[in-house]
């Protein structure tokens, strides 16, 4: 009876696990030379907008995540392997509409209306519209949210981004002087984003200057985009991660308004030299991990918070006896 019971099990063990055992190469040949032909052609068209976009990481640090991007993304599509490998694909029609528009409208864009942003936005959508037509809208379900990722990937246009930087720039330098202020024989002003200090008498020259790297902006990007993805790899219900992705934003603001202030205690009680150059740079880095630790407070908090029931199914054992 105990050999029928060992036999049994293992046989439902196999059955249960070996689905969760495909790897990669079971796609076949015929589909990576499929791959790498779609691929080569998609590269040979959209080759002036990959250049220049990793260009743009390569020399502005504010992009600089942009080269994690597509890693992220490629690990998502990894982490639904199982369900991508058990599909039976159907082309869809739609999709190859769509890939059309997508690849007629880039020399019209760059020809006619010339909006640099749309360019890579357009590239992306071609990318999805790919992937709707030969795999249909089954493929679309797993693959959707790494390819909307790749946004994040994209950087914005200057005058955008100026225009979004200077707000944050105003805000922590009149928050970073409320905290100033509270000192002994320390006077701080801010006129726009110019922080003007007086201390023990002595007017500091030349004054503290909230830059567009002090923005925020470049913590806010590459935060956001790891904040859509600790969501989306924990599970959590939906609300849950609606609220913890919403929270990026106030977390990276308030970090940025630390970074900016603790910038300023420096430049005002220790030394001008330390609140720039590479010790700024190194402050700005330091409120990665402090963002991340409020982001998994608020995650934790959360959690403990609301206990959601769990349904505990018990493995079934059926057990044949052998008649004597």
Request: aromatic share 16%.
């Amino acid at each position: 009876m105990s050999e029928n019971v060992i036999c049994h099990t293992s046989q439902t063990h196999n059955a249960t696990t070996s689905p969760h055992s495909r790897k990669w190469r079971q796609l076949g040949l015929h589909n990576y030379i499929k791959i790498l032909v779609i691929g080569g052609l998609f590269y040979y068209l959209y080759h002036n907008e990959i250049r220049n976009i990793v260009y743009k990481w390569y020399t502005d640090s504010s992009w600089s995540h942009g080269f994690l991007i597509p890693l992220f993304s490629l690990y998502f599509i990894n982490q639904r392997k199982i369900e991508i490998l058990n599909l039976q694909p159907r082309p869809n029609y739609l999709g190859l509409f769509f890939m059309i528009c997508g690849i007629v409208f880039y020399p019209l864009n760059t020809v006619h209306f010339r909006i640099g942003y749309l360019q890579p936005i357009g590239m992306i959508g071609t990318l999805g519209a790919i992937l709707l037509f030969f795999g249909g809208w089954s493929l679309v379900r797993y693959t959707w949210l790494p390819i909307v990722f790749l946004i994040f990937a994209v950087p914005l246009p200057d005058r955008y981004y100026v225009g979004l930087t200077m707000p944050l720039r105003l805000f922590s330098a009149k928050v970073a002087v409320i905290f100033m202020n509270l000192v002994n024989d320390l006077e701080a002003t801010a006129n726009g984003v110019v922080i003007d200090v007086v201390y023990k008498g002595h007017r500091f020259e030349p004054p503290l200057n909230v830059a567009e790297a002090c923005s925020g902006m470049r913590l806010l990007m590459a935060f956001l985009a790891l904040g859509v993805a600790m969501a989306y790899l924990h599970y959590r219900p939906f609300w849950q991660r609606l609220i913890l992705l919403a929270s990026t934003i106030p977390i990276a603001v308030l970090c940025n308004i630390i970074r900016v202030t603790i910038s300023g205690f420096i430049y005002v009680l220790i030394n001008p030299k330390y609140a720039q150059g590479i010790y700024h740079d190194m402050l700005g880095l330091l409120m990665l991990p402090l963002a991340f630790g409020i982001y998994g407070f608020i995650a934790w908090f959360m959690s403990s918070l609301f206990i959601t029931e769990t349904k505990v199914v018990a493995e079934n054992i059926i057990v044949r006896r052998d008649k004597a």
